[in-house]
């Protein structure tokens, strides 16, 4: 039965279901009956609000709202997706839309701004900027509206031009700039190369439809004309994807036949197990896969897969921990249902979901999953591995801990700003590998952010706060008065003092945001590559066979079972 038989089928026996779940015999399934029975009651409700509520109701508004409330209550990845935001779907699973190729943000005096655009679409090649504030969209003045109205209009037909006229700073007037809109496609693969002798580097940031053709194409590269031995695959900020897209990329390092993974849910006809088909692109080559708190899903089923093949040193921190897996089911009137229909287990047979959404606490929340209830797998060669947490690499490095005036400059667009003005200073800067950026230019910063009048909260203040309200209420406060003076003053916000402390942090955020103005995405990743650790760490364990064949193999006592 085809999907559209099936949903028109299941549409004819849910209106039954409703308009005689009254009818129901008392033998029936009592979960069957609370569905029906609550079904019925939802529906009357609805139906008494629009007779009897005492204004008009927006029925997209209160039923939108009930719909993603309830299912929000089973897991944060069911989703409803009405036909308007249908080409959000198309873009997360393709990386493709028809625009100009731009990311656009609003700031705080409501001027919608471009904030990123996209190397060889439209926006870059006739003439966006990032920075450029868009005051008009084809005549018609968006100066006020958000950011999802001017996107919207920026959005249409493939070869249609639109006219985008936008203030650009150091440039006088208004400036408008004929665009001509295409099939915008983001790339899986956002950037590849040589980091070190014989070392390739891909960065992997999505699994969309084109993932795995993009990571061997660049492999195939990498070794064919620049001459690696050896391959760190990027996985950090990978919130996943595609599923099958996820087991072709675990193909090209391992041999064909194996088991990447089984998925299993309620409906057992549809569970499946999924095995690489295909002979590996480089089956031996030595791997490290890169991973942080932000790589999930996809990302996980191959980090977690190649760790339980043994084929693979994992590097960074503790995954997300997503083992559900998501299928869609069309809806009426056009949409969508992304619905959790299985999970998923990995070849050691361990699932690694972290939280636990079938047991909520009284407030709702559903909290993860404890170390100490997590159970024991092993790796192919015997190696010890764990349940429910995400995956722990074999090599762990800790969390990098972003300074507190980095996050309140990129959120109130200083660094931006002051980049805006850099570039008008600098029409053209030196290649990534040659920029420097001096002393005189750091001072040039600190100048600009004091006159800008920056200010921002600091969690030392509001726990020093909250530490003094405790101990007056406890009657500590007259003795301990001289401590809280004392502490008061060596936290005092001082932002002079603020941007000596933090200069090192400060500077690498400008010169990253610097780089990647003039070069784009590209550059900024060669750029941050630069004093990575994760990757530092990664080349570091590949020049060193030993160790990295010692990682892959199970400690003293471990052993297969």
């Known amino acids: 039965m085809s999907c559209k038989l099936f949903s028109r089928a ?4 849910s209106l039954c279901v409703v308009a005689f779940s009254a009818f129901v015999p008392a033998s029936a399934d009592k979960r069957d009956f609370d569905l029906m029975k609550n079904v019925e009651v939802f529906n009357t409700i609805v139906k008494e609000l629009n007779t009897f509520y005492v204004d008009s109701i927006d029925a997209d508004k209160v039923i939108g709202n009930g719909i993603r409330a309830m299912l929000y209550s089973l897991d944060p990845f069911t989703n409803y997706i009405p036909e308007e935001r249908r080409d959000d779907m198309k873009f997360i699973t393709t990386g493709e839309y028809a625009g100009i190729g731009a990311l656009i943000g609003l700031r705080d005096d409501s001027l919608v701004y471009i904030s990123d655009v996209y190397a060889g679409n439209p926006a870059y090649t006739d003439g966006l900027r990032v920075g450029d504030v868009i005051v008009a969209v084809d005549g018609e003045r968006v100066v006020g509206r958000d950011t999802e109205y001017v996107s919207n209009k920026l959005k249409g037909k493939t070869n249609t031009v639109v006219k985008v006229s936008v203030s650009r700073p150091g440039t006088e007037g208004v400036l408008t700039v004929p665009v001509t809109r295409k099939k915008i496609y983001i790339p899986a693969v956002s950037y590849y190369g040589v980091i070190a002798d014989g070392v390739g580097y891909i960065y992997l940031t999505n699994f969309n439809d084109k993932a795995a053709d993009e990571v061997k194409a660049a492999l195939t590269d990498l070794m064919q004309n620049k001459g690696i031995v050896s391959l760190v695959l ?6 996943g994807g595609i599923l099958d897209e996820a087991i072709e990329v675990v193909n090209l390092f391992v041999p064909k036949g194996k088991t990447v993974l089984e998925t299993r849910g309620k409906v057992k006809q549809w569970d499946r197990v999924y095995k690489t088909t295909q002979k590996p ?5 030595p791997l490290v896969v890169l991973v942080n708190g932000e790589s999930a ?16 040193v994992i590097v960074g921190e503790r995954t997300y921990g997503k083992g559900l897996v998501q299928s869609t089911r069309p809806l009426p009137y056009g949409g969508i249902l992304k619905v959790t229909t299985s999970k998923y287990y990995i070849p050691s047979g361990r699932l690694i979901q972290a939280i636990d959404y079938s047991h909520r606490n009284n ?16 790796t192919a060669a015997g190696r010890v591995v764990r349940d429910g947490g995400g995956i722990v690499p074999d090599v762990v490095i800790p969390a990098e801990k972003e300074s507190n005036i980095i996050y309140y400059m990129m959120r109130d667009l200083v660094i ?28 040039a910063f600190k100048a600009f952010v004091k006159e800008r009048g920056f200010d921002y909260d600091r969690n030392s203040d509001k726990l ?4 003094k309200e405790v101990a007056d209420f406890e009657g500590y406060m007259d003795e301990a008065a001289e401590t809280f003076a004392l502490l008061e003053k060596q936290l005092a916000h001082d932002i002079d003092k603020d941007l000596v402390t933090f200069e090192k942090d400060l500077r690498e955020a400008v010169v990253a945001s610097i780089i990647h103005r003039y070069y784009l995405n590209e550059g900024a990743i060669r750029q ?11 080349v570091k364990l590949l020049n060193d066979p030993v160790r990295y064949k010692s990682l892959l193999e199970p400690a003293k006592g471990e052993g297969k079972r």
């Open 10 to 13: 299941a549409l004819r026996v």
């Open 234 to 239: 990027d996985l950090r900020d990978n919130p």
């Open 281 to 285: 692109v480089a089956g031996d080559m």
């Open 297 to 312: 899903s996809a990302s996980e089923i191959v980090s977690g897969a190649l760790q339980d093949m043994d084929r693979a």
């Open 363 to 378: 407030d709702g929340s559903a909290e993860r999953i404890p170390d100490s209830a997590t159970n024991e797998f092993r």
């Open 416 to 443: 931006f700003d002051f980049v805006s003005d850099y570039r008008v200073k600098h029409p053209t800067i030196a290649p990534v590998d040659e920029f420097v950026f001096t002393d005189a230019d750091y001072e």
């Open 464 to 467: 020093l706060s909250e530490l």
């Open 528 to 538: 941050v590559l630069k004093d990575d650790a994760y990757a530092a760490e990664g």
